[in-house]
């Protein structure tokens, strides 16, 4: 018998920039998450419908590769698994409102606040 596998949390990074989202996941993977990765909101969305009870955590930018904004992802994302901790990020000013219990990250962002809200997600 093989020993049980410690309990990862995990994460979904969305990001079109791979600068950006490499460094995401480094944070978290740091932090004891397993990551996966995704550029566009489309791809995201076939991982949420596989593994969306499992998600912890999610980290998305608005603008993102494909025809799906990061806050229409938030909003599919939050009806799959309404306590998953949602993240949506932009350099820009938000225009479209984000689902119930989303939050919105003007960038730049600080590498303490990722870390932060990879603990509180992982307590939730």
Known sequence: MGQAQPFRATALIVEDD???????????????????????????????????????????????????TGVELAHVAKDRNPKLDVVVTSGRPLRQPLPDGAKFWAKPWAPLDVLREAELAQLA
């Open 18 to 68: 791979v600068m950006q989202r490499e460094m995401l996941s480094l944070l978290l993977e740091e932090s004891g998450y397993q990551v996966i990765q995704c550029e566009s909101a489309e791809a995201a969305e076939r991982v949420l419908d596989k593994s969306a009870g499992a998600l912890c955590l999610m980290m998305t930018d608005v603008q993102l590769a494909g025809r799906m």
